[in-house]
């Protein structure tokens, strides 16, 4: 009778013989040694092949002194690897970019490999739940390559079927733990294939000053900072609007002032305007006169601004019907970039539901329309909740620095960017590690990347404000021979 039932259905028969346990043994086929062999052999030439082919410069230089020692002895394998040595020894000290390009980083990349990835590979995948452990049989994500960089591994993982983005972006934790890193972010390299990055130390921990004043009047993209991966952070403001979200202190005036000075040879030049909001008072002041008459604290006169700016672009509008769909900068039309310093103040904490309701049909107005006629919109707030902010969505991009709780990442970034890997709520809270670092999401790509504003100084601010009124910068278009 046993014989005829399926295993699983032999667990609920129950014995009338005491003491006694219904065993179930499923049929055991031997396999022929021959073909063990063939597959184990097949399964190391494969191993061999794909190492040499990831790892060529790695494998070289362990593989040639012992094939040196085999052939010719010790002598002269000594003296074969020492040549090169001393050759290439000074390389690193007169130009650590390249010897780290070619050989450093890569040999990082195999050392990690073989002794963190590797290594710890399984326990982490089966531990974690992103593995799964089958009739006696690990089913295990498949790890494609490791790649170096002068601050992070990057880890190309091949998913196991029926797996989705978001099992790996529940387990960032865990990933980051396994593998001795701070933190981890996933993104998707194409389909069944994540790239997850684990950071080996923070290149963005120490301020940066303030950059120097581009000498060709532009509008944009303008550098505001640094990227994570070294390279200068360019913040396009012509063409979009853009959404800026921190805690107190987190470091919002770093982006606004970085991106005036970054359009100030345009302002001088006449091809660009900055009209500026400030119901604090506190921030945008300081630089008053590079507004001019285009500056506003009081909510009634932020209403009128507003309105002027909506006044003009509308005009602007109506000249271009029908003529062209995108704009060009000149004097006859500069480029507007409307600053507003704490826009909640002026949308949510406003008392007058009239000054209230102007400012807001006036920002819905400039958000929705002045893309295409050289109007943008660049707002900072403290609180990104719907009912604060509720056109945040009218922001193509948006800016996150620390802010107090994990939900508030996706509203500002979008559903699923803490996921990504996005953890603006735990940038540092001590300013000189914290302050001005964020992640920035996009229109053109889901993907957040972590990048940080330079520091404009008081000091910086008022040199800004005398060049301008004193009108000594040297000015050169953009594009002039």
Same mark, same amino acid.
């Given at each position: 009778m046993f014989k005829k039932l399926p295993g699983d259905e032999t667990r609920t028969l129950v014995t009338t013989t005491p003491d006694t346990a219904v065993v179930f043994r499923p049929a055991v086929v031997t396999t022929p040694a021959i073909f063990t062999i063939a597959i184990f052999l097949g399964r190391l030439l494969a191993g061999v092949v794909r190492l040499l082919w990831r790892h060529p410069i790695a494998v070289t230089l362990l593989a040639v002194p012992v094939v040196l020692v085999a052939l010719y002895g010790w002598r002269v394998a000594l003296v074969a690897v020492a040549i090169p040595l001393s050759v290439l020894a000074p390389w690193p000290f007169f130009d650590r970019a390249s010897f780290n390009r070619w050989i450093g980083w890569r040999l990082l990349a195999f050392w990690r490999l073989v002794w963190i990835y590797r290594r710890h590979w399984q326990p982490v995948m089966i531990v974690s739940g992103l593995g799964r452990h089958l009739q006696g049989r690990d089913y295990l994500p498949y790890l494609v390559r490791v790649r170096c960089t002068s601050w992070a591994d990057v880890v190309t993982v091949k998913m196991i079927s029926g797996q989705a983005v978001k099992d790996w972006a529940d387990r960032l934790d865990h990933l980051a733990h396994g593998f001795g890193a701070s933190s981890c972010r996933v993104a998707v390299v194409r389909a069944g294939r994540l790239q997850l990055t684990f950071p080996r130390r923070d290149p963005l921990a120490v301020p940066l000053p303030a950059i120097p004043l581009p000498v060709a009047a532009s @509008?944009?993209?303008?550098?505001?900072?640094?990227?994570?991966?070294?390279?200068?952070?360019?913040? &396009?403001?012509?063409?979009?609007?853009?959404?800026?979200?921190?805690?107190?202190?987190?470091?919002?005036?770093?982006?606004?002032?970085?991106?005036?000075?970054?359009?100030?040879?345009?302002?001088? &030049?006449?091809?660009?305007?900055?009209?500026?909001?400030?119901?604090?008072?506190?921030?945008?002041?300081?630089?008053?006169? =590079?507004? !001019?008459?285009?500056? &506003?604290?009081?909510?009634?006169?932020?209403?009128?601004?507003?309105?002027?700016?909506?006044? @003009?672009?509308?005009?602007?509008?109506?000249?271009?019907?029908?003529?062209?769909?995108?704009?060009?900068?000149?004097?006859?039309?500069?480029? @507007?970039?409307?600053?507003?310093?704490?826009?909640?103040?002026?949308?949510?904490?406003?008392?007058?539901? !009239?000054?209230?309701?102007?400012?807001?049909?006036?920002?819905?107005?400039?958000?929705?329309?002045?893309?295409?006629?050289?109007?943008? @919109?660049?707002?900072?707030?403290?609180?990104?909740?719907?009912?604060?902010?509720? =056109?945040?969505n009218l922001f193509p991009d948006k800016i996150a620095l620390r802010l107090d709780e994990s939900e508030q990442v996706d509203m500002v970034l979008g559903d699923g960017a803490r996921d990504r890997g996005a953890l603006a709520d735990h940038i540092s809270l001590i300013p000189e590690r914290g302050a001005g670092v964020a992640y920035v999401r996009l229109e053109t790509s889901p993907d957040p990347i972590r990048v940080r504003a330079a520091y404009v100084s008081d000091a910086d601010i008022r040199a800004m404000a005398a060049l301008v009124t004193n009108d000594t910068l040297p000015i050169e278009m953009e594009g002039a021979a």
């Amino acid at each position: 009778m046993f014989k005829k039932l399926p295993g699983d259905e032999t667990r609920t028969l129950v014995t009338t013989t005491p003491d006694t346990a219904v065993v179930f043994r499923p049929a055991v086929v031997t396999t022929p040694a021959i073909f063990t062999i063939a597959i184990f052999l097949g399964r190391l030439l494969a191993g061999v092949v794909r190492l040499l082919w990831r790892h060529p410069i790695a494998v070289t230089l362990l593989a040639v002194p012992v094939v040196l020692v085999a052939l010719y002895g010790w002598r002269v394998a000594l003296v074969a690897v020492a040549i090169p040595l001393s050759v290439l020894a000074p390389w690193p000290f007169f130009d650590r970019a390249s010897f780290n390009r070619w050989i450093g980083w890569r040999l990082l990349a195999f050392w990690r490999l073989v002794w963190i990835y590797r290594r710890h590979w399984q326990p982490v995948m089966i531990v974690s739940g992103l593995g799964r452990h089958l009739q006696g049989r690990d089913y295990l994500p498949y790890l494609v390559r490791v790649r170096c960089t002068s601050w992070a591994d990057v880890v190309t993982v091949k998913m196991i079927s029926g797996q989705a983005v978001k099992d790996w972006a529940d387990r960032l934790d865990h990933l980051a733990h396994g593998f001795g890193a701070s933190s981890c972010r996933v993104a998707v390299v194409r389909a069944g294939r994540l790239q997850l990055t684990f950071p080996r130390r923070d290149p963005l921990a120490v301020p940066l000053p303030a950059i120097p004043l581009p000498v060709a009047a532009s @509008v944009g993209p303008v550098e505001i900072g640094t990227c994570e991966d070294g390279s200068p952070y360019r913040l &396009a403001v012509h063409g979009t609007h853009v959404l800026i979200a921190g805690a107190t202190g987190a470091g919002k005036g770093s982006f606004l002032w970085s991106a005036i000075r970054g359009l100030l040879p345009a302002v001088r &030049a006449g091809i660009a305007q900055v009209w500026a909001l400030d119901p604090k008072r506190m921030e945008l002041s300081f630089g008053r006169e =590079i507004f !001019g008459e285009r500056y &506003a604290a009081d909510p009634a006169a932020c209403a009128d601004l507003l309105e002027a700016a909506v006044q @003009v672009m509308q005009e602007r509008a109506d000249r271009y019907a029908g003529l062209q769909r995108s704009h060009t900068p000149t004097l006859d039309d500069p480029f @507007v970039l409307v600053v507003v310093d704490e826009v909640a103040f002026l949308t949510a904490y406003q008392s007058d539901k !009239g000054l209230k309701l102007r400012i807001s049909a006036a920002l819905a107005t400039l958000t929705t329309q002045g893309r295409a006629v050289g109007f943008g @919109v660049m707002a900072a707030l403290q609180d990104p909740r719907k009912e604060v902010m509720n =056109i945040r969505n009218l922001f193509p991009d948006k800016i996150a620095l620390r802010l107090d709780e994990s939900e508030q990442v996706d509203m500002v970034l979008g559903d699923g960017a803490r996921d990504r890997g996005a953890l603006a709520d735990h940038i540092s809270l001590i300013p000189e590690r914290g302050a001005g670092v964020a992640y920035v999401r996009l229109e053109t790509s889901p993907d957040p990347i972590r990048v940080r504003a330079a520091y404009v100084s008081d000091a910086d601010i008022r040199a800004m404000a005398a060049l301008v009124t004193n009108d000594t910068l040297p000015i050169e278009m953009e594009g002039a021979a």
